[in-house]
C-alpha cells in the first residue's frame, strides 16, 4: 500500500475516487520548482561499459549526482514503467532485445536493488503487453530472472493492458485540460503508489522522433480501452487508432473508438505526428513522472524496433545511463546525447522530422524545461559523449 504521508492511502482512494486524487496524489514528489522556481533541473550523466555489475554501479553514482533517492523512496512503494515494445523476444542483429530495443534485465535488477537500498517498501514492475499470460511469465521469456528479483524485497509484476488485479480503472485527470485527453483510464497501479519511475532506452521514433521517458508512457494506456479492439477486456492489439484512423472504419469496426477522456480534438487532424506528441504531454501531466532513467549503454541506432525497415539499423553503444527527477529536462539531454543539436526543433527539423516536437508541447504545460541552458547537467559533458551514430 501506498505510503499515505505523499499519497492518499487505497482506503481514501476507493472513498473519493480517482478522479479527487488525481490532481492531489500524483503531483511531483520533486521538481516543481525545476520550471518556476530558483533551482534548475538536473540531469546526470554517467558512463557505464556493460550490463554486468557496472551497472549497479553506474546507477548509484547517477543518484548520488541528483542528490540521492532516499528522500524520493523511502518507506514508499514505487511503481516503475518498463518498456518491453512487444513480445518478440528473439535475438536482434546477433544481439539480446535489451541490448537493442527493450529494457534490459540488468538496468532492472540494478534499478530495483538501488531502491531498496534507499529504503524502498515495496517496487511494482508495469508494463501493458499484448499477451493474455501474467506479465511476470512474459519478464522470464525476455530474460529476467524474476526469482532473483524478489529476493531482493517486496517485488510485485501487473500487467495493466486491462483491469489486471484492479476491480477498476482509475480516473487520472489532466489538471490543464489537456491538447487531446482532459483525463485518462488506467490500471489502478498508475495511482496506488507513492513514486512513478519511466524507464526507457535512449532511441530515435518513427513519429515522435525520440522516444524516451515520456514517450514511454504512451504504454500506460490499457489496450483494452485505447487499442484497435477496444473497448474489450481481452483485447490485445496495440494502439494504431491512437495513431491515426485511417487503417479504421465503423462498418469493419462495430464497436465505436471513442477513448476514455478523448477530446472532439483528438480526432481531428487525423495524423499521427499531431496527434502522438500531444497524448504525451497530457499522458505526462496526467500521471507524473518522478524519476526518469534512460538505458544508453547499448541501443539501436535508428528507430525504436526492427520492424521499422526505412533505415539500415545497427546496434551502437553509448555507453550512458542518463537519470533525471524531471521528464522533460532528462529527456531534453537525451535528446543531445543522441547527437540532435537543436532540441527545440520544430516539425520537419531532426529529431522531430515526422512529428511536432512533445518536448516542447510539455514545456509549455508547465511539465519542464525543453532547455539545456536552464538544466544543470552533472557527471560527464554532453560534449564528451554525444553520438553521431543515431538518426532519423
Known amino acids: 500500500m501506498a505510503d499515505g504521508s505523499l499519497n492518499y492511502n487505497r482506503r481514501q482512494f476507493i472513498r473519493?475516487?480517482?478522479?479527487?486524487?488525481?490532481?492531489?496524489?500524483?503531483?511531483?514528489?520533486?521538481?516543481?520548482?525545476?520550471?518556476?522556481?530558483?533551482?534548475?533541473?538536473?540531469?546526470?550523466?554517467?558512463?557505464?561499459?556493460?550490463?554486468?555489475r557496472e551497472v549497479k554501479a553506474a546507477l548509484d553514482k547517477s543518484f548520488d549526482l541528483l542528490g540521492g533517492i532516499g528522500h524520493l523512496v523511502k518507506h514508499r512503494t514505487v511503481t516503475v514503467k518498463i518498456?518491453?515494445?512487444?513480445?518478440?523476444?528473439?535475438?536482434?542483429?546477433?544481439?539480446?532485445?535489451?541490448?537493442?530495443?527493450?529494457?534490459?534485465?540488468?538496468?532492472?535488477?540494478?534499478?530495483?536493488?538501488?531502491?531498496?537500498?534507499?529504503g524502498a517498501r515495496r517496487v511494482r514492475l508495469v508494463e501493458s503487453t499484448n499477451l493474455r499470460q501474467p506479465l511476470e511469465k512474459t519478464l522470464v521469456d525476455a530474460g529476467f530472472d524474476v526469482n532473483a528479483l524478489k529476493a531482493l524485497g517486496d517485488v510485485e509484476v501487473e500487467d495493466t493492458r486491462n483491469l489486471g488485479y484492479g476491480k477498476d480503472?482509475?480516473?487520472?485527470?489532466?489538471?490543464?485540460?489537456?491538447?487531446?485527453?482532459?483525463?485518462?483510464?488506467?490500471?489502478?497501479?498508475?495511482?496506488?503508489?507513492?513514486v512513478f519511475v519511466s524507464l526507457c532506452k535512449l532511441k530515435t521514433h518513427?513519429?515522435?522522433?525520440?522516444?524516451?521517458?515520456?514517450?514511454?508512457?504512451?504504454?500506460?494506456?490499457?489496450?483494452?480501452?485505447?487499442?484497435?479492439?477496444?473497448?474489450?477486456?481481452?483485447?490485445?492489439?496495440?494502439?494504431?487508432?491512437?495513431?491515426?484512423?485511417?487503417?479504421?472504419?465503423?462498418?469493419e469496426n462495430p464497436q465505436p473508438f471513442d477513448p476514455p477522456g478523448s477530446k472532439r480534438e483528438f480526432f481531428v487532424p487525423n495524423d499521427g505526428g499531431h496527434r502522438i506528441p500531444r497524448i504525451l504531454s497530457d499522458l505526462c501531466e496526467a500521471r507524473p513522472i518522478h524519476l526518469g532513467i534512460i538505458d544508453g549503454i547499448t541501443t539501436l541506432n535508428y528507430a525504436e524496433g526492427p520492424w521499422v525497415k526505412q533505415k539500415p539499423q545497427r546496434i551502437t553503444m553509448p555507453r550512458v545511463l542518463i537519470c533525471g527527477l524531471n521528464p522533460v529536462a532528462t529527456d531534453t539531454v537525451g535528446t543531445a546525447v543522441m547527437g540532435f543539436s537543436d532540441v527545440r526543433a520544430p516539425r520537419g527539423v531532426a529529431?522531430?522530422?515526422?512529428?511536432?516536437n512533445h518536448l516542447v508541447l510539455a514545456e509549455r504545460a508547465g511539465l519542464g524545461p525543453c532547455n539545456l541552458a536552464t538544466t544543470e547537467v552533472v557527471g560527464v559533458p554532453i560534449a564528451k559523449i554525444r553520438s553521431t551514430e543515431f538518426s532519423i
Open 16 to 52: 473519493v475516487g480517482a478522479g479527487a486524487v488525481a490532481g492531489v496524489a500524483l503531483r511531483p514528489l520533486v521538481g516543481a520548482d525545476a520550471v518556476s522556481g530558483p533551482r534548475r533541473a538536473k540531469v546526470s550523466i554517467v558512463s557505464c561499459a556493460g550490463y554486468g
Open 169 to 194: 480503472y482509475a480516473t487520472l485527470k489532466v489538471p490543464s485540460g489537456g491538447h487531446l485527453f482532459d483525463s485518462f483510464e488506467l490500471n489502478h497501479s498508475y495511482v496506488d503508489t507513492d
Open 351 to 356: 529529431p522531430f522530422l515526422p512529428g511536432d
Open 206 to 251: 518513427a513519429t515522435t522522433g525520440v522516444t524516451l521517458t515520456m514517450k514511454n508512457l504512451f504504454g500506460v494506456t490499457p489496450n483494452a480501452l485505447y487499442g484497435d479492439e477496444a473497448p474489450s477486456e481481452d483485447g490485445l492489439k496495440g494502439r494504431g487508432r491512437m495513431h491515426d484512423l485511417k487503417g479504421w472504419s465503423a462498418r
Open 83 to 118: 518498456n518491453l515494445t512487444g513480445s518478440n523476444f528473439r535475438a536482434t542483429y546477433d544481439r539480446p532485445v535489451g541490448e537493442s530495443y527493450m529494457t534490459h534485465p540488468a538496468t532492472v535488477m540494478a534499478m530495483t536493488a538501488a531502491f531498496f537500498d534507499a
